[in-house]
């Protein structure tokens, strides 16, 4: 039985207890975590935004899956420093990083599932209709509305297409838009002339933000838009003087042949390697994630849908195949 002396003892004991502990609760909830050598530490966070909803991700010991409206997930009060990050779904291939964590900052990434067994018909030996424009014999070539190529612009070294612009080199070392004399924009600098004169193969992204320009052994990147457009992960590797515009992709010893950009999803590619085509993510910093779309003899890339869903184009041997891309 608790005598008079008893529950005055017990209600000091609870009232230092309750006191004790607010201290640390405060700090937690604050988002406060112990660090090394007994240290506090101010946490972060991880943003996922993932390309299909009901996907698990899992950040160390902590697992949450993509909303059905978003597709995305936050997970919250992330110590600082590196954390193996995942995310998954039946019948997709796991896309895995290894995500570096900043007081009081949020990581995000973009995670693009890829499915194992990639949806895909047989469209036959004849090629199918198509609307890329096309250089032959220095002429450039474009579809009209009928779906009829035509003859549009001649001693055509190389071009480029962005928003129904053409950007041409021409055989006099020119640059020309739809045409007419063009000089390139200041802010993309001499690097991004030197790179379109030079050897190497290039294409200008969508959103007009970079130049993709590659050999048999490797892909770069030229950052050509705003800093502020620039994706966070490629911003954080800044150098001291400043931010670096300048990005090495990846590098192969089995034949690079080709690169498409992957529609609605600006870090990532196509890529044509050795016997297959490839799903290829941009940032190789914490292991970069490449996923087979299709594996054959030789294929090529003929033509990209504008969105993801529409269909892949690629030709095998003497095969034309469509993919569903994901």
Do not use: C
Not at 43 to 48: A, D, L, V
Not at 107 to 116: F, G, H, I, K, Y
Not at 189 to 194: D, L, M, T
Not at 258 to 286: H, K, R
Request: aromatic fraction near 12%.
């Amino acid at each position: 039985m608790l005598t008079k002396k008893k529950r005055t003892i017990l209600f000091w004991l609870s009232i230092v207890a309750f006191f004790a502990l607010l201290g640390p609760m405060l700090i937690y909830s604050a988002g406060y975590r112990l660090g090394p050598n007994w240290t506090l530490v101010k946490t972060g966070g991880i943003f996922i935004k993932a390309s299909k909803n009901g996907a698990l991700v899992s950040v160390d010991g902590t697992r949450k899956y993509t909303s059905f409206i978003s597709k995305s997930v936050l997970i919250k009060n992330v110590s600082p420093g590196f954390h193996k990050t995942s995310v998954s779904l039946g019948g997709y291939f796991d896309w895995e990083k290894n995500l570096e964590v900043t007081p009081e900052l949020v990581t995000s990434r973009e995670a693009l599932l890829v499915p194992q067994d990639v949806q895909g018909k047989m469209l036959g030996t004849t090629s199918p209709q198509l609307t890329e424009p096309y250089l032959k014999k220095e002429v450039l070539f474009s579809y009209n509305d009928a779906g009829k190529p035509g003859p549009i612009y001649s001693s055509v070294k190389k071009f480029w297409k962005q928003d129904g612009d053409f950007l041409i080199l021409g055989e006099d070392n020119n640059f020309y838009k739809n045409g007419e004399p063009y000089e390139i924009p200041e802010n993309w600098g001499e690097k991004a002339k030197a790179i379109f004169t030079g050897k190497k193969m290039s294409l200008i992204t969508a959103d007009a933000t970079r130049i993709i320009y590659w050999d048999e052994s490797g892909i770069d990147s030229y950052w050509i838009s705003d800093i502020g457009k620039m994706p966070q992960w490629e911003n954080l590797s800044a150098k001291p003087d400043g931010v670096d515009r300048y990005l090495h992709i990846y590098s192969t010893d089995k034949g690079l042949r080709a690169v498409a950009e992957y529609p609605d999803y600006q870090d990532y590619l196509l890529a044509e390697i050795s016997n297959g085509i490839f799903v290829l993510e941009i940032e190789s910093t914490g292991g970069q994630n490449i996923f087979p779309l299709y594996k054959g003899k030789y294929p090529e890339i003929v033509s990209v849908p504008n969105s993801p869903g529409g269909e892949l184009i690629i030709k095998d041997g003497a095969n034309y195949i469509g993919l569903e891309l994901p």
